[in-house]
């Protein structure tokens, strides 16, 4: 079973920014919601492992879920760029930058085909996410 790590490298009101590493090498870029306890929709995940299924998604088609994490489902890895697209799911992109004068990631698209390219032909995978970030910069 592959092996997926999201290094978190920055939080704060404007979401959880990550990078994804596979086979030690950083290949994309994540964007979560902001710590909020756990609460469903509106937070990020808490740090830990994982394990990952293909799901096929009534709203996003092809994907993996997020299973095993406590008093949550429906977490998936999906496109978009900024915090407001995920309700506690984890977007895919290339760059960060900001959208509309809010940070935010770029070329979700292009992030989110590599990401499923070097899953092709895998029914899961175990997901590490790591909090290099405890305490939000202000």
Aim: glycine fraction near 10%.
């Amino acid at each position: 079973m592959k092996t997926m790590i999201i290094r978190r490298v920055s939080t704060g009101p404007d979401g959880t920014f990550g990078v994804i590493v596979y086979k030690n090498i950083p290949f994309a870029l994540t964007l979560e919601r902001e710590w909020k306890d756990n609460r469903r929709g509106i937070s990020c995940i808490p740090a830990g492992n994982y394990k990952c299924k293909r799901v096929n998604s009534p709203k996003f088609g092809n994907t993996f879920e997020v299973t095993n994490v406590p008093g949550r489902s429906h977490i998936l890895f999906h496109k978009g760029n900024l915090d407001d697209d995920s309700h506690g799911c984890i977007l895919v992109g290339e760059k960060f930058g900001n959208i509309n004068d809010s940070p935010g990631i770029h070329a979700s698209l292009e992030g989110y085909n590599e990401f499923m390219k070097k899953l092709m032909g895998e029914i899961g995978f175990r997901l590490i996410v790591v909090d290099d970030c405890l305490n939000p910069i202000n």
